[in-house]
């Protein structure tokens, strides 16, 4: 089976999983066989990840290592994105984040289908290299997952004030809740981001092969690292919440998105000129 197929099965079923969801959200009951529902809606978001992972490791096999293009990354980092939160799942009430969690692998996945970019390689193998790698995933990863937290936040504030859909907010945690479990996912988030840019800065020759230097997406990966710092002690300084803390967590998100893909995007494109 071709991994075109392999995408179009991946992105289905991801979208139908991310449909049952928000049904489920429409018609909330609560009861045992709503939950059972809900369980039932993540089925096929489940067989999605297990293709996802045979891209993944399709890919890791054709280019002999991890492919560091556009393409590549976004294949696997959504496919850790989608993994992490199906365990947070096993462990918090997060299971309705999958209604944007789960469009967003399909979506990457058919980018980066669409964007087919060359393979990139990396000739170091090390385990200071692989470590640094896994971490700094790891880290967006959990980021991610917050700045989804963050908008569903922020909408279900909203939806609270002008007290419309009353089935979706009973399907929700309480907003008390929805915002512990947020500074949960950015504190540890933000110690992963903490110790990849460490890493990156101290180990630079080690792991890079050259000396540290400030190029265009570590200025914005470190702006990213002070907009969450700022927000975590505004948070156990002052008590920062509601709204404000989550578009200080979308903000500080879409600079570490910037530092990363869309950095590689630019150059990308520049060099298909």
């Known amino acids: 089976m071709s991994i075109a197929l392999l995408t179009l099965v991946a992105f289905i079923a991801y979208f139908a999983s991310s449909f049952m969801i928000v049904r489920r959200l429409q018609t909330h009951i609560d009861s045992e066989d709503d939950i059972d529902a809900t369980l039932r809606s993540f089925l096929p978001a489940i067989f999605a990840f297990a293709v996802h992972l045979f891209i993944c490791v399709a890919t890791f096999r054709a280019v002999s290592g991890v ?6 990354m976004l294949v696997l980092v959504s496919a850790i994105v989608t993994g992490i939160f199906l365990l947070c799942c096993l462990f918090m009430p997060v299971m309705r984040l999958g209604i944007l969690v789960f469009p967003l692998g399909a ?3 058919g980018f980066a289908h669409i964007w087919n970019s060359e393979p990139i390689t990396s000739i170091n ?3 200071a290299m692989n470590a640094h790698i896994l971490v700094s995933i790891v880290a967006y990863s959990l980021l991610t997952i917050a700045a989804i937290q963050a908008l569903l936040f922020v909408y279900q504030e909203r939806q609270i004030k002008k007290r419309t859909n009353p089935a979706l907010l009973m399907a929700l945690p309480p907003l008390q809740t929805m915002e512990k479990l947020l500074f949960r996912l950015i504190a540890a988030g933000f110690l992963l ?4 840019l460490l890493s990156g800065l101290i180990f630079s020759q080690q792991i890079y092969g050259q000396p540290f230097t400030f190029e265009h997406h570590t200025v914005l990966a470190l702006m990213g690292w002070a907009v969450f710092a ?6 156990f300084s002052s008590g920062l919440r509601g709204t404000q803390a989550a578009v200080w967590t979308v903000c500080g998100y879409l600079l ?3 530092g990363y893909f869309g950095t590689k995007i630019v150059s990308e494109s520049l060099n298909m000129q």
């Open 256 to 258: 570490i998105l910037l």
């Open 125 to 127: 193998h090390s385990t």
């Open 107 to 109: 979506a990457s996945l």
């Open 193 to 196: 981001l903490t110790v990849t």
């Open 67 to 72: 492919d560091f293009s556009v393409s590549g």
């Open 230 to 235: 700022l927000l975590l002690y505004r948070r």
